[in-house]
């Protein structure tokens, strides 16, 4: 079998074998020990007071707006503005939640939601912005914030690409009402399937909880809620462990999986720390063919932990799909940069391409390639070469 590169990598550390072995010798495969220990320490790590773990990043968002909603009685048809380069999840859970997506384009730079194009398309049912930290770097924070003070706005961070980064001291996670994080196979701290949802607000937890559970009652999420408890208390959690009280949702992560995510975000560093470093040693080395290539910049005052590494093509006599052809057939495995508008699925919302000129030239000549922290020295070294040989003669 030749050479293969992935975009992302899955590696179950001996602490997290461990801890998954504990898990099976305690016949304890629902919320226990392991899944609170990850709610609180990702919290704390994210600047956070409250973490609730669910089974993906897009279960976070969609049960994050429904809240929002609830609490803060939205009407159907209000507004989110959401960036016109993003993962599509960010925009199927605005239209699950019969809210309406405005689409803002990016900056050129850094391909996140650009603050100086919003104001002009806030209306007066605008009600949130969301915020999304793409590849591994958080989106411009100062400025969405200042935008959404300035009209009295929600945020919601759509985070899942991007954790332990900060800005200006700053965590991800810590600028908005909610932030959404995925924890998917792909990405950083890993758990197979998984997300997880930071806020600074107990009425969202409450309400997150709960939807995230069925919509059950607060007062029973876990099975040790009535552990303990005396006459009269038991009588009324007895009478409320099987009360539903919203509609909801069956979101809900194993102890499993949150035993591996816990095993890995006490072992960041050991995944944060490579990926920086291979992304620093592919811009040293790739820089050779920036007549051709667009490679990742770092915005002032920001961390980048290198979900992936994102380029794009800027060689126009070069067709996009020549080019991922020849890394894929060479093991390099590639993705686009995340097109939101060709999407098939966006048909009827009648999306005018002209008004997003970013976005839709990063659809055409974006893409990424992996950087992740199981790659050695020898696999970039043979990513640069093989990028070499496309783009120049001398070297084929």
């Known amino acids: 079998m030749g050479r ?7 590696n179950i550390s001996a602490r997290g074998k461990k801890y998954l072995l504990d898990v099976v010798d305690n016949n304890r495969l ?8 990850f709610e609180a320490m990702f919290a704390r790590m994210h600047g956070c007071r409250y973490g609730i773990l669910s089974n993906s990043g897009t279960s976070a968002l969609q049960v994050a707006l429904d809240a929002m909603k609830k609490l803060y009685k939205w009407a159907d048809g209000d507004e ?25 384009d990016v900056d050129p730079d850094y391909f996140e939601l650009d603050p100086g194009k919003i104001e ?63 924890t998917f196979s792909a990405h950083l701290i890993t758990t197979g399937v998984g997300g997880i949802t930071t806020t600074n607000n107990s009425r969202l937890l409450k309400l997150i909880q709960s939807l995230m559970n069925h919509g059950r009652n607060n007062i029973y999420i876990s099975l040790e809620d009535d552990d303990n408890v005396k006459h009269p ?72 932990v290198f979900m992936v590494y994102p380029m794009v093509l ?48 990063l659809t055409k000549r974006g893409f990424y390639i992996g950087c992740h922290q199981d790659l050695k020295k020898t696999d970039l070294d043979y990513m ?3 990028f070499r040989k496309f783009f120049l003669p001398k070297h084929r």
């Open 4 to 10: 293969k590169i992935g975009v992302g990598t899955v």
């Open 30 to 37: 629902s919320y226990g020990k392991y899944s609170a220990r």
């Open 80 to 104: 989110v503005i959401v960036p016109a380069l993003t993962f599509v999840a960010s925009v199927n859970v605005i239209l699950q939640n019969r809210l309406k997506p405005v689409f803002v």
């Open 120 to 182: 002009v398309l806030i209306t007066p049912r605008t009600r949130a912005i969301m915020a999304v930290h793409l590849f591994g770097q958080p989106a411009d924070m100062p400025g969405i914030t200042r935008v959404a003070r300035r009209h009295g706005l929600r945020i919601i961070e759509d985070s899942c690409e991007t954790m332990l980064a900060r800005q200006n001291g700053r965590s991800v996670g810590s600028f908005g009402d909610v932030a959404c994080f995925s």
């Open 233 to 304: 208390r038991f009588k009324i959690v007895m009478k409320n462990r099987f009360n539903f009280v919203h509609l909801g949702y069956s979101y809900r992560l194993t102890e499993m999986e949150a035993a591996i995510g816990l095993s890995q975000l006490e072992e960041y560093k050991k995944i944060i720390g490579p990926r920086k470093t291979n992304a620093a040693y592919l811009t040293r080395e790739l820089s050779v063919l920036q007549e051709y290539l667009d490679l990742p910049k770092i915005r002032s005052g920001s961390d980048h």
């Open 314 to 361: 800027k060689d126009k006599r070069t067709d996009l799909d020549d080019l991922l052809l020849y890394l894929e057939k060479n093991g390099i495995e590639t993705r686009y940069l995340l097109p939101i508008l060709n999407q098939p699925v966006y048909k009827e919302l009648r999306i005018n391409k002209k008004l997003y000129p970013v976005a839709n030239r």
């Open 384 to 386: 640069i070469s093989v």
